[in-house]
T-cell receptor, first 114, second 110 residues
């Protein structure tokens, strides 16, 4: 138990569906992150939020839309996804958006796009 | 851009010491070398992080030579539960960005 929870743990959706992934951290951290982990590929950083403000967006398609209503919650809204978007989506948090602070990861949401 | 290279897989036996070496030729002066462990269906878990020379905690040691072009994660007396994927990555000091590689799959046998 890392103090970062993600729901749902598994999600199957069609290409025309709209769904959302939820992340919650119970650590009092100020920074939160979304990563994508595809089979046999390195983790890819998607979005970074610091104190509810987006500070980094790594050329992610607009069909992925993040939302950070407060420093404890992070959402990833999904719309019109493609089969290649199937992956493990990981949320992480850290005390601050600084290299000195380790990132704590949630268990991930296994997404399958059919 | 910083990039890490590590062996794809390693095998070991319970009770042995395991050393996983990682190459990172282009890291900047203030970048950190960080190791994470990942079990199936779980997120990566922080193991250890270092800047230079040697760092030790309750689960591992990290050795970083003076030229900082490589580093070695040392796991003393591994057990079956250490079977996992281990990621060596560079943590960019200026942006806090983690540059993940493809990881080393460690299999520990009885």
């Amino acid at each position: 138990e890392t103090g970062v929870t993600q729901t749902p743990r598994h999600l199957v959706m069609g290409m025309t569906n709209k769904k959302s992934l939820k992340c919650e951290q119970h650590l009092g951290h100020n920074a939160m992150y979304w990563y994508k982990q595809s089979a046999k590929k390195p983790l890819e950083l998607m979005f970074v939020y610091s104190l509810e403000e987006r500070v980094e967006n790594n050329s992610v398609p607009s069909r992925f839309s993040p939302e950070c209503p407060n420093s404890s919650h992070l959402f990833l809204h999904l719309h019109t996804l493609q089969p290649e978007d199937s992956a493990l989506y990981l949320c992480a948090s850290s005390q601050e958006h600084r290299a000195n602070y380790e990132q704590y990861f949630g268990p991930g949401t296994r997404l399958t796009v059919t | 851009l910083a990039k890490t290279t590590q062996p794809i897989s390693m095998d070991s036996y319970e009770g042995q010491e395991v050393n996983i070496t990682c190459s990172h030729n282009n890291i900047a002066t203030n970048d950190y070398i960080t190791w994470y462990q990942q079990f199936p269906s779980q997120g990566p878990r922080f193991i250890i992080q270092g800047y230079k020379t040697k760092v030790t905690n309750e689960v591992a040691s990290l050795f970083i030579p003076a030229d900082r072009k490589s580093s070695t994660l040392s796991l003393p007396r591994v057990s079956l539960s250490d079977t996992a994927v281990y990621y060596c990555l560079v943590r960019l000091y200026n942006t806090d960005k983690l540059i993940f590689g493809t990881g080393t799959r460690l299999q520990v046998f009885p």
